[in-house]
């Protein structure tokens, strides 16, 4: 098993540019989440989902679309680049509600 | 908004040492849980404690739960230099929750 796969590891972006951050898992789990990393300020929810198909805001979600198409891919699109958005970027899964997450190893975004 | 708040931020011991954090919480959870980030990598899950339990241990690791104050820490005992890492608590409000909230987390730095 890979576990949850994120590419790429890094990128630099210019304000004003889109990207999309790519997140896989194979361990079949349902739910699917984006949290963000800055210095000081731990880890903060981005967007996450509870199955294809669903997904729902977490507490920064401002400058990000995410969308779940299959169980297995859950990717978080930048629309409109902006240097607030620089950070270390990590995607994690789980089997349901209140359970552990698996991490993946985070993709480190900078934008200028 | 943060849900647990590590102390100390920092924390440096000699090896053989134990090292302890503490994690303290706002609203009521459903469990708690521990998390090991080594530099440059995602996180990794080490302990869950549900709220009607008083204290788990894991190998090394003992976590305590003292939900009167909110609180809980994590044990270390025997540290080695391979423990150097962050540690962050985590928790889930209410039963069937799927957003972890992170608190900003404890740096170990472990002298050999």
């Known amino acids: 098993n890979a576990g949850v796969t994120q590419t790429p590891k890094f990128q630099v972006l210019k304000t004003g540019q889109s990207m999309t951050l790519q997140c896989a898992q194979d361990?079949?789990?349902?739910?699917m989440s984006w949290y963000r990393q800055d210095p000081g300020m731990g880890l903060r929810l981005i967007h996450y989902?509870?199955?294809?198909?669903?997904?729902d805001q977490g507490e920064v979600p401002n400058g990000y679309n995410v969308s779940r198409s299959t169980t297995e891919d859950f990717p978080l699109r930048l629309l409109s680049a902006a240097p607030s958005q620089t950070s270390v970027y990590f995607c994690?899964?789980?089997?349901?509600?209140?359970?552990?997450?698996?991490f993946g190893n985070g993709t480190r975004l900078t934008v200028t | 908004s943060q849900q647990g708040e590590e102390d100390p931020q920092a924390l440096s011991i000699q090896e053989g040492e134990n090292a302890t954090m503490n994690c303290s919480y706002k609203?009521?959870?459903?469990?708690l849980q521990w998390y090991r980030q080594n530099s440059g990598r995602g996180l990794v899950h080490l302990i869950l404690?549900?709220?009607?339990?008083r204290e788990k241990h894991s190998g090394r690791l003992r976590v305590t739960l003292d939900t009167s104050k909110k609180s809980s820490s994590l044990l270390i005992t025997a540290s080695r230099a391979a423990d150097t890492a962050s540690y962050f608590c985590?928790?889930?409000?209410?039963?069937?929750?799927?957003?972890?909230?992170f608190g900003k987390g404890t740096k170990l730095s472990v002298i050999p």
């Open positions: 404690i549900r709220s009607n339990e």
């Open positions: 361990m079949n789990h349902e739910y």
């Open positions: 994690a899964s789980s089997r349901g509600p209140n359970s552990p997450l698996h």
């Open positions: 985590a928790s889930y409000s209410g039963a069937g929750s799927y957003q972890l909230t």
């Open positions: 609203t009521s959870i459903n469990n």
């Open positions: 989902s509870v199955g294809a198909g669903i997904t």
